[in-house]
């Protein structure tokens, strides 16, 4: 069974800093693509990343370019998101989700629980 | 990356069809047949419905299907039941390996 887990998530202040992780089981974690979407209390989904499964390509919606940065340790079946100078729009859920290929086609078809990340003074 | 454009809800009786649209342009939809569609319930995780436009994943009703014409995507529910209330979300590829996700529909059975 496919499990994403996030963790890290929690308040913190304009201009701060905080990483969140994600706990991947059930699936062979290193052959997959990896991604953040995120979602403001009462809106709507929105993609922010998306990882490769051997980590060294990474691309990011405009609105977190530059502030945010995606990683992952495939010998910990974990994905990390670093956000940086963060702003009150960036509160939000978190999710990670995963993106597979299945031989007859490409989808994000798992995604965690999500964890709330607020930004506030 | 401008999110797709969706209609902010859409309502049906039970037994009756629905369909969303999902508007995008020719750097999203109309340039690749990779659209998914999510199911959200209140509080919940999102679920894949649909992927590259047409395809169910397995354990989904056949009741969803989708179907693209140019730009457009669209999601049908047919059969309506009450618990396909929900908020349904289409996605795209967008080139460069980015994605973009639609403004979302609410689903009410009324």
């Known amino acids: 069974e496919v499990v994403l887990v996030e963790s890290g998530g929690g308040l913190v202040q304009p201009g701060g800093s905080l990483r969140l992780s994600c706990a991947a089981s059930g699936f062979t974690f290193r052959r997959d693509w990896m991604h953040w979407v995120r979602q403001a209390p009462g809106k709507g989904l929105v993609w922010v990343s998306r990882?490769?499964?051997?980590?060294?390509?990474?691309t990011y919606a405009d609105s977190v370019k530059g502030r945010f940065t995606f990683s992952r340790d495939n010998t910990k079946n974990t994905l990390y998101l670093q956000m940086n100078s963060l702003k009150a729009e960036d509160t939000a859920v978190y999710y990670c989700a995963r993106e597979h290929y299945d031989g007859s086609g490409s989808a994000i078809d798992y995604w965690g629980q999500g964890t709330l990340v607020t930004v506030s003074s | 990356q401008s999110a797709l454009t969706q209609p902010a809800s859409v309502s049906g009786s039970p037994g009756q069809s629905i369909t969303i649209s999902c508007a995008g342009t020719?750097?999203?939809?109309?340039?690749?047949?990779?659209v998914s569609w999510f199911q959200q319930h209140p509080g919940k995780a999102p679920r894949l419905i649909l992927y590259e436009g047409t395809k169910r994943p397995s354990g989904v009703s056949n009741r969803f299907s989708g179907s693209k014409s140019g730009y457009t995507a669209s999601l049908t529910i047919s059969g309506l039941q009450a618990e396909d209330e929900a908020d349904y979300y289409c996605?795209?590829?967008?080139?460069?390996?980015?994605?973009?996700f639609g403004t979302g529909t609410t689903v009410t059975v009324v």
């Open positions: 996605c795209s590829y967008a080139g460069s390996s980015t994605y973009v």
């Open positions: 020719i750097s999203d939809i109309g340039s690749y047949n990779l």
């Open positions: 990882i490769s499964p051997d980590g060294t390509g990474t």
